[in-house]
């Protein structure tokens, strides 16, 4: 997912919005838990909507209920909330265009400062789903300089 989300930028290619690098709003909920509620199940009345807005997924442009391919080619980054809307419609049954892939030098999703809060924040959280992200935002920076 991680190289997906380098690959397009950031950018939910459906809308075109900025999207954020999935751990950081995890540990922006461990430091402003009050303000910036997580919830596990993704509940919207429990956790802040930023999630649903700002949280990247996958999707198929073609969707594979239809006979698109689960292949890279068929992925695109978009934000939760557009994923749930999108579901296994076409985008041209929803008149929706794609827009370009965003530049990773332009905006990285904040996934810079994700890796430097992991490495010099003695308190932040090193629970396995943050160490996962973490080592898949390492593997694909080598990758990708």
């Known amino acids: 997912m991680t190289e997906i989300f380098i690959r397009d930028g950031f950018i939910d290619r459906y809308r075109g919005t900025r999207l954020v690098y999935p751990p950081v ?4 909920s461990h430091y402003l838990e009050g303000e910036f509620p997580y919830h ?5 009345s429990e956790g802040h909507i930023a999630y649903w807005e700002l949280f990247p997924t996958i999707d198929h442009v073609d969707p594979v209920a239809r006979g698109g391919a689960d292949t890279k080619e068929n992925w695109v980054c978009c934000s939760m909330l557009t994923n749930s809307i999108k579901s296994n419609w076409t985008l041209e049954q929803l008149q929706w265009k794609m827009h370009d892939r965003g530049d990773f ?8 400062w994700f890796l430097e809060q992991m490495s010099k924040d003695p308190n932040a959280p090193k ?12 593997s694909a920076m080598a990758k990708n300089g």
């Open 25 to 28: 709003l995890r540990l922006l």
């Open 40 to 44: 596990k199940n993704g509940k919207m």
């Open 105 to 112: 030098k332009v905006w990285d999703g904040m996934t810079v």
């Open 127 to 138: 629970t396995p789903y943050l160490q996962k992200w973490h080592n898949a935002a390492k």
